[in-house]
């Protein structure tokens, strides 16, 4: 009997199209993998709240102050930006998305007023944000007062109950409600907010 010889099997042909489409695929998916997994920042600077992430912050009165870190999500370095287009950065006294939360608890040993968000977490960033939304459009329910050195005051009615008055002074006043946000920013750097 004659054998034929057998053939080997046959291997399909990869184009360098496939291969390099192949190798773009698996460096996008380990990217995300690695995104997901550490905080990347531009110059090695501490990392900062993430979108999956809580941070806290401790108020004077030892109460903690929480950034859910859902909304805000990360932007270049230190930064962290909201749907709406804010910016919140470092400043002299912390990280100014700390310094708003600050507001979401009383400080009644506090000299003063003291501004005090009913929302909580997230719903503080979201509640800044419905007013940030309310400058853009031009609303009439906005006061826009210059402040120099490239800041401005808005004081945005928002036509419902946004926190109440604390502090000392809210304290003698026995926690009046407050209806109005005090937005001071930068362009669209936040410098400070707080129920009005």
Known sequence: ????????????????????????????????????????TDTGATPQPSVFSTTTSQTPDNTTATLEGRYLRDGRGENLLSPAGLVYTSGRSGHRSKHVMRH???????????????AQGDDVFRLIDEAYELIQSGS?????IPEGNGKTEYIIHMNRRIGYLGGETGARKNHPS???????????????????
């Open 104 to 118: 979401a608890s009383d400080e009644p040993d506090r000299p003063g007023p003291h501004g005090v968000f009913d």
């Open 1 to 40: 009997m004659n054998k034929r010889p057998s053939t080997p099997p046959r291997i399909p042909k990869i184009t360098a199209k496939k291969l390099l489409s192949a190798i773009i695929i698996v460096l996008i998916i380990a990217y995300q993998w690695y995104a997901e997994s550490t905080s990347i």
């Open 140 to 144: 009439n329910r906005v006061k826009t």
């Open 178 to 196: 407050l209806d109005r946000l005090n937005l001071v920013l930068g362009e669209n750097r936040v410098i400070t907010a707080y129920p009005y």
